[in-house]
């Protein structure tokens, strides 16, 4: 079946430092990808997301881009801010038959930027 | 702006109780979904819904139950509430499609004792 593996954390980073959060994934067919992010004591929000090879998702400084070669979708950020704190999850979305579309989520990475 | 309600953020319930987590969203979505945060294991699915009055079981249904009377309204039922569902409850919706975003509610964390 589908499935999602993120790099483990926490991930601790000092403000302006460059981020990386590995993802790479399985699936039978042709999914899309989305990363989401976690800020403290809230719901997931989409960050960004791709919906086939090559797309690049970006948004907030983040950008990441659909690999099909590599099954992989990273996410990246030249300059993080402390305000950037929260938890990733990655995610493929693909068919699972008629009409319905599931969506399958990494174990997610906790980032802490400090001042 | 895109709204997805649930309307305890939240509750503490004795062994044995029956729960109800109500889900409740504006943006007429046909895909209801709830899912199971906890430490370590990331998201979980315990039930979808792609229409109303369907279900279908997730990853970890078993002690759970799920009802869809409406299309906006998507409900939780833990029906003998156990020491090990207690947890963090995050629904979601979405319209149909692989490419299509789905809006999560801010959770409900659950506590049994």
């Known amino acids: 079946g589908d499935s999602v593996t993120q790099m483990e954390g926490p991930v601790t980073l000092s403000e302006e430092a460059f981020l990386t959060i590995n993802c790479t994934y399985t699936a039978t067919g042709y999914p899309s990808l989305f990363w989401y992010v976690q800020y403290p004591g809230e719901g997931l929000q989409l960050l960004l997301k791709a919906t086939k090879a090559d797309d690049k998702g970006s948004n907030k400084g983040f950008e990441a881009t659909y690999r099909k070669e590599t099954t992989s979708f990273h996410l990246e950020k030249g300059s993080v801010q402390v305000s950037d704190s929260a938890v990733y999850f990655c995610a493929l979305s693909e068919w699972s038959g008629g009409s319905n579309y599931k969506l399958t989520f990494g174990k997610g990475t906790l980032l802490t930027v400090n001042p | 702006d895109v709204k997805v309600t649930q309307s305890s953020r939240y509750l503490v319930k004795r062994t044995g109780e029956k729960v109800f987590l109500e889900c409740v969203q504006d943006m007429d979505h046909e895909n209801m979904f709830w899912y199971r945060q906890d430490p370590g294991l990331g998201l979980r699915l315990i039930y979808f819904?792609?229409?109303?009055?369907?279900?279908e079981k997730g990853d970890i249904p078993e002690g759970y139950s799920v009802s869809r009377e409406k299309k906006e309204r998507f409900s939780l039922i833990l029906e003998s509430a156990s020491t090990n569902q207690t947890s963090m409850y995050l629904c979601?919706?979405?319209?149909?499609?692989?490419?299509?975003?789905?809006?999560f509610g801010e959770g409900s964390w659950l506590t049994v004792v």
């Open positions: 979601a919706s979405s319209s149909g499609g692989s490419g299509n975003t789905i809006y």
């Open positions: 819904s792609y229409d109303v009055k369907m279900k």
